[in-house]
Nanobody, 124 residues
Framework: QVQLVESGGGLVQAGGSLRLSCVAS????????MGWFRQAPEKEREFVAT????????YYGDSVKGRFTISRDNAKNTVYLQMNSLKPEDTAVYYC?????????????????WGKGTQVTVSS
């Protein structure tokens, strides 16, 4: 059973930066694509970023493209989300997810394992 634990969330002013981390255990991390999703109050869970098993391919949601960067360190079983130029509309709970596939995916239905999330709050 894969377990995912996110960290790095917090309160930041608009224009600031945060780096989220997600540590995986209980599975073969290096075989799986990973993703970040977020959910704001009373909104649907939204795709943020995904990375394939090797780290060679990434996709981003339109609202974060150019500001966020996803990366992974397979030796540490960790995936990261570097968030720059944060905006109040980025405020949400951010979830890390592990896909059943090696290829990156924007589709949350392709992800079998989810962390409990970390809160990111951006003040104006």
């Amino acid at each position: 059973q894969v377990q995912l634990v996110e960290s790095g969330g917090g309160l930041v002013q608009a224009g600031g930066s945060l780096r989220l981390s997600c540590v995986a255990s209980g599975g073969t991390f290096s075989n799986n694509a990973m993703g970040w999703f977020r959910q704001a109050p009373e909104k649907e869970r939204e795709f943020v970023a995904t990375i394939n098993w090797s780290g060679s391919t990434t996709y981003y949601g339109d609202s974060v493209k150019g500001r966020f960067t996803i990366s992974r360190d397979n030796a540490k079983n960790t995936v990261y989300l570097q968030m720059n130029s944060l905006k109040p509309e980025d405020t949400a709970v951010y979830y890390c997810a592990a896909s059943r596939y090696g290829s990156q995916s924007r589709n949350r239905n392709n992800y079998d394992y989810w962390g409990k999330g970390t809160q990111v709050t951006v003040s104006s």
